[in-house]
């Protein structure tokens, strides 16, 4: 049988060589390409047949070449299996492979002949195209990336193997996370005065402790080298699923890693930190047992105020040894370990009884207790020791530590900041805080049920730095850790209406700006006129009274768009709707983004985020421990960014004076240029002032009812308060 002596690429995929059998069009099938010295393009054969002759004869070959460099008959194309063969046949000028003569060849996709040698002009070159699939090429590069990218780091693990010793084991930067008062030297909370301890052995800690710890923190922690590539790869799918930082698949090794060798892991929240950690979490597992290693973790992991270690921890909390622990105990403490300043059960005893019973829960799941141990666990209250109750209840400033202990896992992130072995230096003034303490308490106390309310809060912020100077959540924190300062969302009333008028000056709209008094439809709403009368008011005159009416027409003026984004420029975060009621306070807020927004005013127009931490030391990094200023800063607040232009700031201000002056805010008025802006909401649910005297302090109060039920007051009580409080500073 004799085929074509030629085939055009269309004839070829139309045509079978030995049976005319029909081919799809479209079909994948290999190709030689054939270059001539004196054509750029090549001449495309596809290849269907079982073998192919190549050469110049037209005659006797399949795949003529014209040229004088090649024999009648040069090669034989032979199908093998799923691949052809290139055959020489014994051709004048051979065929060359790589700039080597060849006889044989099983051709692969990219390969590359030559007819002849490669250092001739008039040579004619043949490549061999049969790409794989596109799943076949994406595993080859992906197994070869993957090649690469493990060569590469145990390279790198080998190299930052040799930069620590883990024999011995170093005893660990035992310091306590140590909460500072600006003026440096007071703590926030009562030191427990006692002396760590330890135990040598695993078997003297109770059993049920190792097997809680391992249940929470570590379920496969017998099996894993040290790092565990499961627990990774579902931290990994957590974070990226929730589009946050929820899970950081750190094993008890890679703890105690972060632990003992701080100086060379690091501090900083980063990827090459974690890396480093995993590179000690690997050393340790080579040199030590597990048993050994979990004794380390039970021996130096951070508790909080109790210290580090269970041991320290069960003598605190329980006046007992850890080796004396019950189930309900062990489980207690394990549960604290993720947030242990903030889950202790006199802090927060429903999360403490929540977190306890869940480890309680993974014991049983994971067969380490029966369902009857676990069920009798679940049913006992925690009892804490009365010495460490007076202990944690003895904070100086109780909301503001917890706001505290929130802001320092916001900045080192939730294991870093559990960890201990830092110096924070916090905003809090001493004298001003008890003030802030004393007046809410005794002013709710005098007016509450005269006036309908029960709860309050009060925060003072320095508006230069926007270092929070005082903070109370609430008048009782023994009674409510809910910190309304922080927490609570409230409707600011008129008090949002500064945000208007703020947007209005900013557009050049003066304030001797004329507006009617006459009742007001916008969007289907219809609002009744001034409470003044039918006088027509300037803009001063409307916000020193708060008539609803005026500010609504000046935000028609503006535009609601460009009252929300005055808000956002002075740090309103929470959700704002722009519809009229937006302009009379009925988007809700936190006590803490309105009078951080005022202290932009009081500052003239420069935002400084409020803080509570100003500075952040590593203890375990000192040139002398008695020193802490001698301690490595790694952290230090931010200064502030101007946001607004002065001159707007600076009329702002004097039309929020006018409000003290002349206004609804008279009870506040102290004759020292203070400004500020009263607010109460339908049937006094919401009782607020927010005021300041310029480049100094600003200050925002609240009262109501945790419940939302109306009262039988009005902003004028916040106002007073107000004034009661700042007119001793």
């Not at 703590?187 to 695993?202: A, G, K, V, Y």
């Not at 931290?235 to 950081?248: F, H, I, Q, Y």
Request: proline share 6%; hydrophobic share 40%; with cysteine.
């Amino acid at each position: 049988m004799t085929t074509p002596s030629r085939f055009g690429f269309s004839q070829i995929l139309q045509t079978f060589y030995a049976g005319q059998a029909v081919v799809k069009p479209g079909a994948r099938v290999p190709k030689l390409l054939i270059y001539y010295p004196d054509t750029p393009e090549p001449e495309v054969i596809p290849l269907v047949a079982d073998r192919y002759f190549l050469g110049r004869s037209r005659r006797n070959c399949d795949i003529p070449v014209r040229s004088e460099l090649v024999s009648q008959v040069h090669a034989l194309l032979q199908r093998r299996g799923r691949r052809y063969v290139w055959v020489d046949q014994k051709s004048t000028n051979g065929t060359y492979y790589r700039r080597r003569p060849i006889q044989q060849h099983v051709l692969r996709h990219g390969d590359r002949l030559t007819l002849g040698p490669p250092e001739l002009a008039e040579v004619v070159r043949v490549v061999y195209d049969d790409p794989p699939p596109w799943y076949v090429r994406t595993v080859r590069y992906g197994l070869g990336g993957l090649g690469l990218g493990v060569a590469a780091l145990t390279t790198w693990v080998a190299i930052e193997w040799q930069k620590f010793d883990v024999t011995p084991l170093p005893s660990g930067a035992q310091g306590p996370l140590v909460i500072v008062a600006r003026d440096g030297k007071t703590p926030l909370t009562s030191p427990w005065n006692q002396d760590h301890r330890e135990l040598p052995q695993l078997e003297d800690f109770s059993p049920y402790l190792p097997k809680a710890v391992i249940a929470s923190e570590d379920s496969r922690f017998y099996w894993h080298p040290g790092v565990d590539p499961i627990g990774i790869l579902r931290a990994m799918v957590v974070n990226l699923t929730s589009g946050d930082v929820r899970e950081g698949g750190s094993t008890i090794t890679q703890q105690v890693a972060r632990s003992l060798f701080r100086e060379y892991v690091g501090t900083e929240d980063s990827t090459g930190r974690k890396l480093r950690e995993m590179v000690v979490a690997l050393k340790l597992e080579a040199h030590y047992d597990k048993k050994t290693i979990l004794t380390v973790y039970l021996n130096k992991v951070y508790l909080g105020v109790a210290g580090y270690g269970f041991e320290d921890a069960a003598r605190f909390y329980f006046d007992k040894s850890a080796r004396d622990l019950t189930l309900a105990e062990a489980a207690t403490l394990v549960g604290m370990l993720p947030a242990p300043n903030r889950f202790n059960p006199v802090k927060d005893y429903d999360t403490a009884l929540a977190l306890r019973n869940r480890v309680i829960d993974r014991m049983e799941a994971q067969g380490m207790i029966t369902a009857m141990e676990a069920k009798r666990a679940r049913r006992s209250r925690i009892e804490i020791s009365p010495k460490a109750r007076a202990n944690l209840q003895s904070s100086l400033a109780p909301y503001f530590y917890d706001t505290v202990m929130a802001e320092l896992q916001q900045l080192l992130g939730q294991r870093l900041a559990q960890e201990g072995n830092f110096i924070v230096d916090t905003t809090l003034d001493v004298s001003l805080q008890k003030r802030a303490q004393q007046h809410l308490a005794r002013f709710v106390a005098n007016y509450g049920s005269r006036y309908g309310f029960d709860q309050g809060a009060l925060v003072t912020m320095d508006a230069q730095t926007g270092g929070i100077l005082a903070l109370v959540g609430g008048r009782d924190y023994r009674q409510s850790q809910y910190n309304r300062v922080t927490q609570a969302q409230r409707q600011p009333g008129s008090v949002f209406k500064v945000f208007v008028y703020g947007a209005a000056l900013e557009q050049g709209i003066s304030p001797a700006t004329v507006l009617d008094c006459a009742p007001l439809v916008w969007q289907g709403v219809a609002f009744a006129g001034c409470r003044s009368g039918s006088t027509p008011l300037d803009l001063t005159q409307g916000l020193a009274w708060s008539e609803n009416v005026i500010a609504l027409r000046l935000a028609q003026q503006v535009g609601l768009p460009a009252v929300v984004a005055w808000a956002r420029k002075l740090g309103i975060t929470s959700p704002l709707n722009p519809v009229p009621g937006l302009v009379l306070g009925q988007s809700e807020v936190t006590p803490l983004e309105l009078t951080a927004a005022f202290a932009v005013l009081a500052n003239q127009g420069v935002r400084t985020v409020p803080h509570t931490i100003y500075r952040i030391r590593d203890s375990s990094d000192c040139t002398d421990r008695n020193r802490p200023e001698t301690c490595r800063e790694i952290y230090r607040a931010p200064g502030g960014q101007p946001v607004i232009a002065l001159e707007v700031a600076m009329t702002l201000t004097h039309m929020l004076q006018a409000v003290v002056t002349q206004g609804t805010g008279r009870a506040a008025f102290l004759g020292r240029g203070e400004a500020g802006k009263t607010g109460t909401t339908n049937d006094a649910r919401d009782m607020w002032f927010v005021g300041y005297i310029p480049g100094g302090l600003v200050t925002g109060i609240w009262l109501g009812n945790d419940q939302n039920q109306p009262t039988r007051g009005s902003s004028g009580l916040a106002a007073q308060l107000w004034g009661e409080y700042m007119g001793g500073l």
